[in-house]
C-alpha cells in the first residue's frame, strides 16, 4: 500500500500482536485496544489549529470543567426522546422562556419557542413559519400562494439562501454600499410586493459584526402598509448579537417591543457561550406558529409540542445552556459580554490607528469589527497575505470579498470571544505590526493573491 493509503501506529503505543500500519478508507478486519486507538485519534487531531487562536469563527471553545463533566454526563441523551428524558425536555422549555423574556415578549410564559442544533436550523424554522402564514392567508383570500420572496440584505448570511432555495422561496437581496452598509430600510419598498413573507434583520452582520438597524426597517415597513397596505412581518436573525444587546445595549429596540417582529433566533454556541451545537428561536406568540407545523409528543400525561427539522440529536447542549443561564445570570453575561467587546474595541482602535488600515466598523455592536487596507497605501500586499502571515503565526484571521456592489472592497475580520484576553490581543497586535512590517518592507509584488476559502 501506498504512504498516503496507510495510517501508521507508533511503535512506542502500539501493544504487541498489534497492526503497524492501518488502511487509511477501510475499516480494520480486527479490534485493537481502546489505547491505541485513542492515541491515534489524539494524535491526528493535533494537527487542528488552536481554537483560542481562531479568529475566524463566532462559534465558542472552551467552557469551565463543570460544564465538561455535564457534557459528559448528557451526551447519551436523546433531545426528541421527550417520554423517556422528561427533565431534559422540561430543561430545554424553561431556556427558551428565559429568551422570550429576555427578548421582551409580550406573554413569555404562553408563546412558543425551541431549541435547535445551531442558528441555521432555527432561521429555516423562522423563515418556515413566515411562508406557511403567508400561504394560509393567501389560500384564505382566494389568491394564488406559488410565488413567495423573502426580502433580506446581501450580506445575509448563507442559510437565508439556503432557505430560499430549499423552500422553493425567491431571495430578494437588498445590496449593501458604502452609503448603506447594512439594511437600513432604504428604498424598501422597491423589493416588498404581495408575495413578500417577511424581511430579515440581522443583529450582528456575520461580514462585520454591524448591527442591522431593526426599528428602522419595522419604520420602512409601516410606511409601506400605509402605502399600500401590505403587512410584511419581521424576523431578527439575532445569532450573535440576540445575547449581546439585551446585556449591553439594553435600551436598543430590537426585539419583540417592536410588534412587526414576528420570532427571533439566536446561536446559544456563539454569545450564549456553549459549546457547538446549539440554537434557539422563539416566536412573539404562539399563534404566529402555525399549528400545522407542531407536531405533539406525549410526555408526563401531556403532550409537549416539537417543531424540528433534525430528530434524534443529544440534550447534553440544552442542559449547558441552561447551567450558564444559572451560573452567570443576566450580571454575569453581561459582564462576560462586556469583557469581549472591550477587546474588540481596544484591537480596533490599535489596528485602526496602523497606517496601512482604516476601520469598516469598530465593534461597538457585537464584539467583531473589520478593517480594509487604506487606498493607496501598497501595490505589494493584500489582506491574503497577511492573513497567510498570521496563521504562520497560529492565528486565523480570514480576510475576504464584501458582497455584491461592494465586491471589489476586500476587508479582514476579528471576532472576540470569551477566552481572547487583553495579554493574547497584546500578542496579537504585536504580531500583525511584525507581518505588515514585513509586507511593507517587499521590494516587488507578491504572486497572485490567494483567494480566502473562508465562507462565513
Not at 14 to 25: C, I, K, Q, V
Not at 51 to 60: E, I, K, P, S
Request: glycine share 8%.
Amino acid at each position: 500500500m501506498s504512504l498516503e493509503s496507510v495510517v501508521a501506529v507508533n511503535p512506542m503505543f502500539a501493544r504487541p500482536g498489534e497492526a503497524a500500519e492501518l488502511e487509511r478508507y477501510r475499516m480494520p478486519a480486527v479490534p485493537m485496544l481502546p489505547e491505541t486507538a485513542y492515541q491515534i485519534v489524539h494524535d491526528e487531531v493535533m494537527l487542528d489549529g488552536n481554537a483560542r487562536l481562531n479568529l475566524a469563527t463566532f462559534v465558542g471553545t472552551w467552557m469551565d470543567e463543570h460544564a465538561t463533566r455535564l457534557y459528559a454526563e448528557g451526551c447519551d441523551k436523546n433531545m426528541i426522546d421527550k417520554d423517556e428524558y422528561p427533565q431534559t425536555a422540561a430543561i430545554e422549555d424553561r431556556c427558551w422562556k428565559m429568551l422570550a423574556h429576555l427578548w421582551n415578549a409580550p406573554d413569555p410564559l404562553h408563546t412558543i419557542g425551541t431549541s435547535t442544533v445551531g442558528s441555521s436550523e432555527a432561521c429555516m424554522l423562522g423563515g418556515l413559519a413566515l411562508k406557511r402564514r403567508w400561504q394560509q392567508a393567501r389560500r384564505k383570500a382566494g389568491l394564488p400562494a406559488d410565488r413567495p420572496n423573502l426580502v433580506m440584505s446581501s450580506a445575509v448570511q448563507v442559510v437565508w439562501e439556503k432557505f430560499c432555495n430549499y423552500w422553493d422561496v425567491e431571495p430578494r437581496l437588498v445590496p449593501i454600499s458604502e452609503d448603506h452598509k447594512t439594511l437600513d430600510g432604504h428604498d424598501l419598498a422597491a423589493y416588498v410586493d404581495e408575495n413578500t413573507i417577511g424581511v430579515v434583520a440581522i443583529l450582528g452582520v456575520t461580514y462585520t459584526g454591524m448591527y442591522e438597524p431593526v426599528k428602522e426597517i419595522a419604520a420602512a415597513l409601516d410606511q409601506i402598509q400605509a402605502d399600500t397596505g401590505l403587512d410584511v412581518p419581521l424576523h431578527v436573525d439575532g445569532a450573535s448579537g440576540a445575547m449581546i444587546a439585551p446585556f449591553l445595549q439594553p435600551d436598543l429596540e430590537w426585539d419583540f417591543r417592536i410588534p412587526r417582529v414576528h420570532s427571533i433566533n439566536t446561536s446559544g454556541h456563539k454569545y450564549g457561550l456553549v459549546y457547538p451545537g446549539l440554537g434557539w428561536v422563539v416566536w412573539r406568540s404562539a399563534d404566529l406558529l402555525p399549528d400545522d407545523l407542531i407536531f405533539k409528543v406525549s410526555y408526563l400525561g401531556g403532550d409537549m409540542p416539537t417543531f424540528a427539522l433534525n430528530f434524534s440529536r443529544p440534550g447534553t447542549q440544552v442542559l449547558l445552556q441552561y447551567y450558564q443561564f444559572l451560573r452567570l445570570g443576566r450580571e454575569g453575561y453581561r459582564e462576560v459580554q462586556r469583557a469581549s467587546q472591550e477587546v474588540a474595541q481596544h484591537l480596533a482602535r490599535r489596528i485602526g490607528a496602523m497606517d496601512a488600515f482604516e476601520l469598516w466598523n469598530d465593534g461597538s455592536d457585537i464584539p467583531v469589527f473589520a478593517w480594509r487596507l487604506k487606498p493607496g497605501h501598497t501595490d505589494k500586499w493584500t489582506l491574503y497575505d497577511l492573513s497567510e502571515r498570521l496563521r504562520a503565526k497560529g492565528w486565523q484571521v480570514p480576510a475576504y470579498p464584501m458582497p455584491d456592489d461592494l465586491a471589489d472592497i476586500t476587508v479582514q475580520r476579528i471576532v472576540v470571544r470569551n477566552g481572547l484576553g487583553m495579554d493574547l490581543a497584546g500578542a496579537l497586535l504585536d504580531d500583525i505590526r511584525d507581518a505588515v512590517g514585513y509586507l511593507d518592507r517587499l521590494e516587488g509584488p507578491l504572486p497572485a493573491e490567494r483567494q480566502s476559502g473562508f465562507h462565513h
